[in-house]
């Protein structure tokens, strides 16, 4: 998808942070794509390439590193190296690269000499005075690029200062030939340089992440004074495009979207709804009681109000409980859940009677394709299933090529801004995640109706409390601040008095975490006034909880679900 749009190709070589780089860019206005570091670059792929960014990675440029593909260097296109990425091209270029005494590791002073160097680079070190503000930067992007590039008179006061943020424990000892340092960090090592001729500049420290000064400028500077990028990726656009694909890719055959509530296969929902004729679309949402409260009412609320007619909502609550009765096990559960899920998923397809022509369509993000490591080329697609079970059903319809992932270029905040923009309801958009089993996960040892209906109900007090306060700092409500939040029903009765008699009531752990992707969690230093109303409210209003805890394990060592 995409292909007529102009963009920022960046070869991952493994660094945690690659993600991360097209995400600042993406947030500039300008498309990004981001590819194994490995990967041929042929033609199509370069198709509406303006610059390559080589990013950093775990491994030596002289040892385990991977190389891109030589054609990189002659391809004209301007180059940007990130930490590993300069220490590649300066070992592709016949320089040097050997371990450092000491690694560099965190903010580290770095001074620039700027003068002297063709337009495009004085350009590109004008980002890191900080009399340049990024907006600067950015309007030349508006400007549409076509503007003679302007050489940058440095200021008066040069050399330039700025703290980077560095992580590395090796160094370019012997810069390749035609490049000239410019940059160097406080322990006397080389932190920018550029060649002399061509387009291209690396750096030896990380401009993506937040904590590094001048960090978005360093890119911006890259995207637009030295790849004359413009300023046009936006929701909009991708959505124009992402419709007519659809329609073309789908011609007349049905499109079956399996639901599962969550905000990505909700808003591949609506997509598809805005972008076909509605009687071709068929939404299935099985409800496997193991749902929040009032959890399918407003998913089925959502997709009606964006004009769902074929949409089967399968109440499989009876089922489940039956299949999870006495199992205290949690992976036991898990799979119990995971099997029934495919079994109910295939008898409720079959029994639509659907032409095999049909096409599979799912919620997939960007993110779910990038495996860090590996990058997006190696790792093919990753199958994200409801449940996280390998699917029959999805299998063989991504051998038969009948799969669609309108998403797959989205990381997970543009899935929800295309969500507002499609006119996906806001409590389905703002949702955070909840994982496949439901609240069978969530309510330790067996799961019964009861105690779901427990969990429910105090669950939806904490949500509700966490939507309807004000976050300390004013600028939202708790539920926005917090990544994640959920109450868990302990299988531990503890002695309350009720009256005059004294009673056994459950215990309820209440979590809050704060996370950007859920591979690791802090947890929320939730406001003690809010927590302790909250937990009254909780005890009061459902008889059946006599003790409320609030979990303060961050992950590691804990995970963000208890089972
Ligand atoms: P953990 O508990 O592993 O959770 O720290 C990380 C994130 O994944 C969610 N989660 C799941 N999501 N199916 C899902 O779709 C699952 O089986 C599942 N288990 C955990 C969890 O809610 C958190 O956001």
């Known amino acids: 998808m995409m292909n007529k749009t102009e963009k920022i190709l960046i070869l991952d070589f493994g660094s945690q942070t690659t993600a991360l780089i097209g995400r600042r860019i993406r947030e500039f206005g300008v498309y990004t794509e981001i590819i194994a570091g490995d990967a041929p670059l042929t033609e199509a792929v370069l198709t509406g390439v303006k610059g390559v960014i080589l990013s950093g990675s775990p491994e030596s440029a002289y040892g385990e590193g991977i190389a891109p593909d030589k054609r990189i260097y002659e391809c004209g296109l301007p180059l940007f190296g990130i930490c590993y990425g300069l220490q590649r091209m300066t070992t592709d270029l016949g320089g040097l690269v050997e371990p450092l005494p000491k690694m560099e590791y965190g903010g580290v002073e770095v001074e620039i000499k700027t003068g002297g160097q063709k337009a495009e680079h004085s350009q590109f070190l004008a980002a890191f005075d900080e009399a340049i503000p990024l907006n600067q930067i950015l309007e030349s992007g508006d400007a549409g690029g ?19 943020w560095m992580s590395h424990g090796d160094t370019l000892t012997r810069l390749a030939s035609g490049f000239v340092q410019v940059g160097t960090s406080a322990s006397g090592f080389p932190a920018v340089a550029l060649h002399q001729e061509k387009p291209w500049v690396g750096v030896q420290f990380h401009p993506e992440v937040s904590h590094c000064e001048r960090g978005s400028e360093i890119l911006a500077a890259f995207v637009f004074s030295m790849c004359r990028c413009k300023r046009e990726w936006t929701m909009e656009q991708y959505v124009e495009e992402a419709r007519a694909e659809l329609s073309a890719r789908a011609g007349d055959n049905p499109v079956l979207l399996l639901i599962s509530g969550g905000v990505d296969s909700t808003v591949v929902g609506a997509l598809l709804l805005k972008s076909l004729p509605i009687e071709q679309v068929h939404l299935m949402y099985i409800d496997t009681g193991l749902m929040r409260k009032n959890e399918t009412q407003c998913v089925k609320k959502a997709l009606e109000k964006l004009g769902a007619k074929n949409l089967r909502v399968i109440n499989a609550e009876t089922e489940f409980l039956a299949a999870l009765k006495g199992e205290e096990e949690p992976e036991a559960k898990r799979k119990i859940i995971g099997d029934l899920f495919i079994t109910i998923q295939e008898r409720e397809v079959a029994s639509l009677g659907l032409p095999e022509s049909y096409f599979l369509a799912q919620g997939t993000l960007y993110t779910d394709l990038i495996e860090s490591g590996k990058g997006v080329g190696k790792k093919a697609h990753l199958i994200k299933s409801h449940h996280n079970v390998g699917s029959p059903l999805v299998d063989a319809k991504r051998k038969a090529g009948k799969i669609i992932e309108p998403l797959d270029r989205l990381y997970k905040d543009e899935a929800r801004a295309l969500g507002r923009l499609l006119g996906v309801d806001e409590d389905v958009v703002a949702r955070h995640p909840f994982p496949g089993p439901g609240l069978a ?33 004013g600028t939202g409500s708790l539920y926005d601040e917090v990544w994640q939040a959920f109450a868990v029903l302990l299988p531990v009765r503890s002695v309350g008095v009720a009256g005059d008699s004294r009673k056994y009531g459950w215990t309820l752990a209440l979590r809050a975490i704060v996370s950007s992707d859920g591979m690791t969690a802090d ?41």
Not at 148 to 156: G, N, S
Not at 443 to 461: F, M, P, S, W
Not at 530 to 554: C, Q
């Open 146 to 164: 076509a503007e003679e590039t302007r050489a940058y008179e440095p200021p008066l006061h040069a050399p330039l200062r700025f703290t980077a």
């Open 441 to 473: 996960v969530r309510i330790l040892g067996e799961v019964t109706k009861e105690k779901c209906d427990i969990l429910r109900e105090a669950d939806a007090i904490f949500i509700d409390e966490l939507k309807r306060r004000r976050a300390p700092d």
């Open 523 to 563: 947890v929320y230093r939730f406001p003690m006034k809010d927590l302790l109303e909250i937990a009254g409210m909780i005890t009061n209003s459902v008889k059946e909880i006599g003790r409320v805890t609030y979990d303060i394990s961050s992950k590691p060592p804990a995970t963000i679900e208890w089972e």
